[in-house]
Every structure is written in C-alpha cells, then in structure tokens.
C-alpha cells in the first residue's frame, strides 16, 4: 500500500491533521499548489485528502477532513 497525503499551506484543517501525518514516513505529503498534475491525476477536490494506493497506484480507499486523524490511529 502507498500513501498521499494532499494539503495545503493555508487550509486550516490540513494544519490540524499534519502532527499526526508526520509521525507516518510512509506518507509522502503533496502540496497541491505546488503538485498541481497529482492533484489533477487522482480527482483531489478537497483537502485535506489521504488516498490509499494498491501496488498498481489505484486507489482503495479515500479519507477527508480530519477523519484522517481517526483512520491514522486505528491503521497504521
């Protein structure tokens, strides 16, 4: 399983999320004013956004909000 993470510097729910993010290295963050093509790729419209990938970069599940923090500490 792969995970991204979708965030934003000036979104406020992405800000209460991230101290549980960066306690997972599995996680590779994606700025999405900065990676723009990621965003576009996988139909991001909202953040923040956790997709977990299969080994064929398909997604499996799709978590929003902070419901992040809850799906974090019960997987992972």
Known sequence: MHY???TS???AP???VKPEIIKH???K???IDED???SKKYDVLSIPTLL?????NEIEQQ???TTIIKFLKENL
């Open 63 to 65: 978590i929003t909000g």
């Open 25 to 27: 290295k599995e996680i």
């Open 52 to 56: 977990v990938l299969n080994n064929k």
């Open 9 to 11: 510097e000036f979104c």
């Open 29 to 31: 963050i994606i700025d």
């Open 14 to 16: 992405c800000k209460k």
């Open 36 to 38: 723009q093509k990621l």
């Open 4 to 6: 991204l993470y979708f």
